[in-house]
């Protein structure tokens, strides 16, 4: 049997553990994570210096089913208990430059060390770069004195959230869960076993870390594979998403992907950067990432120069409706939104552009510059000339974009076609 890089779980004998944990960073990965741990009969404390975050938390929890530990939130480090296990799941973004921004990991790493007793377990949650474990977590743990290891432990264990699929949470997702030194691993393992239904252990941190990118990178190649492909199918005058089906037929070897705007959110957009950044390094850059990176930047771009080329090749004062404007049908979430690159492209061309989601509030961040519509019907100054579906959002009537608009821009290939060629595949 090959190496396959993981070791057997049988290894790893649990043993009991008890204390609070102290979740560091209440977004989509730290919130659902406390309420799973407290599930499980945990003490939980949810930590986040926004106190808004933390007062979300608090108001929620207070709607949840009673859970066998309790769950409480703060935003004031002062505030935190001792704990025995520690979490952190703060974001990592890109900064202005494009590189990886630490900045939030370093500062719970600080959070957690001036608080830490031995034989506490520190398990970073949040996408790192290869060798983020080991070169930035361990170095500030240990500043004091305690060792890993030894007198305390350390762990990665990659964020695998999909936010809004009807079944989520994290119980049901398998996690991989890497460590510097086995106690470390057989600490962490004890504590994740208790909070989901499989842990995936791996031979090292790294192996973990690598393996979060590779599953993003994964996705923005063929995203980005896809969109391309699209361009040539609609050019070819042959439907994508039927050829897409017909190919998802053949049982192995194939995974489908749609065509759409390009990828958006926090992860597929970004993740794939910080494995390009380590791999530069090391003096191994990928072609192949980097292209899919600039194929994903650019996609936004190519739909607002074929809405251009449509209505004349120039979009001063055009009034065009974007519609749907999150990153993914369903969810609340504007980060890396490829609908937001369209409304700065029509604006930058001189174009009205508005924007109408129900499922985005009217005060979204973000969305300021651009005035919203009360419905697809209208935008400031008249009806609009052109909509773009922008997100297919759950409850949108596709069917009856064409009688709304003049012209009907179709990224995803889902708007049917009219009569009147009024719908545009871009």
Known sequence: ??????????????????????????????????????AAGFDVTGFDRDAGAAEAA???????????GALAATPDPDALPPAGTWLICVPTPL????????????????TCQARLAPGALVCLVSTCQPGATNGLCRPVLERGGLRVGQDVFLAVSPEREN????????RRVPRLLGAPDPRSLERAFVFW??????????ASPEVAECAKLLENTYRLVNIALMDELHRAFTALGVPTREVVAAAATKPFGF???WPGLGAGGHCIPVDPAYLQMEACRAGAASSLVAAALAANEAR?????????????????????????????????????????????GLAGRGATACWHDPVIGPRAPGLAAFP?????????GGAPEAIILGTPQPGFDLGGLAGLAPLVFDPFGLVPRDAAGRVRVV
């Open 300 to 344: 936004p771009r190519r739909v607002v120069d074929a809405v251009a080329a449509t209505m004349g090749g120039c979009l001063a004062g055009r009034r065009v409706l974007v519609l749907g404007v999150t990153y993914k049908p369903g969810v609340a979430d504007l980060r890396g939104a490829a609908p937001l690159a369209l409304l700065h």
């Open 255 to 257: 995974a489908p992907f």
């Open 95 to 110: 900064d202005a430059t494009g590189q990886p921004d630490l900045s939030a990991v370093v500062a719970a790493l600080e």
């Open 193 to 202: 076993s208790r909070i989901v239904d499989s842990v995936v252990p791996v």
């Open 372 to 380: 919203r519509a009360a419905s697809p019907r209208e935008c400031p």
């Open 58 to 68: 608090a108001r929620g929890w207070k709607d949840l089913p009673q859970a066998a």
């Open 163 to 170: 936010p809004g699929a009807p079944d989520g949470g994290p």
């Open 1 to 38: 049997m090959p190496d396959t890089g993981l070791l057997p779980a049988t290894a790893l004998r649990p043993t009991a553990i008890a204390g609070r944990v102290v979740v560091i960073g209440l977004g989509y990965v730290g919130r659902p994570l406390a309420e799973a741990a407290a």
